[in-house]
């Protein structure tokens, strides 16, 4: 059974700093391109970041140059570090992977990032 498991989110002033993390388990890690995703209130779920089991990179405009996804294929985990962050990062950030094995879509349970201005 695949299991996603989030941490790390929180509260933190403007131009502070949070580390996401997602723990895998039940699946092929490290052949899996990793996501994160958020979704403000209101709003529609974004696409934030993504990092292939090459570990190329890419990323959303809004966040280019503050954040960082990564991934540790030894403890199956993917990471998103934030810097610099802005009330309009304010959302539910979700991990998200679709698994070339199993052919399925896996989405994490979603932590909170609240930036106060």
């Known amino acids: 059974q695949v299991q996603l498991v989030e941490s790390g989110g929180g509260l933190v002033q403007a131009g502070g700093s949070l580390r996401l993390s997602c723990a895998v388990s039940?699946?092929?890690?490290?052949?899996?391109?990793m996501n994160w995703y958020r979704q403000a209130p209101g709003k529609q779920r974004e696409w934030v970041a993504t990092?292939?089991?090459?570990?190329?990179?890419n990323y959303a405009d809004s966040v280019k140059g503050r954040f960082t996804i990564s991934r540790d294929n030894a403890k199956n985990t993917v990471y998103l570090q934030m810097n610099s962050l802005k009330p309009e990062d304010t959302a539910v950030y979700y991990c998200?992977?679709?698994?070339?094995?199993?052919?399925?879509?896996?989405w994490g349970q979603g932590t909170q990032v609240t930036v106060s201005s």
């Open positions: 998200y992977f679709r698994d070339l094995l199993l052919q399925r879509n896996y």
């Open positions: 990092i292939t089991g090459g570990g190329s990179t």
């Open positions: 039940g699946s092929r890690f490290s052949i899996n391109a």
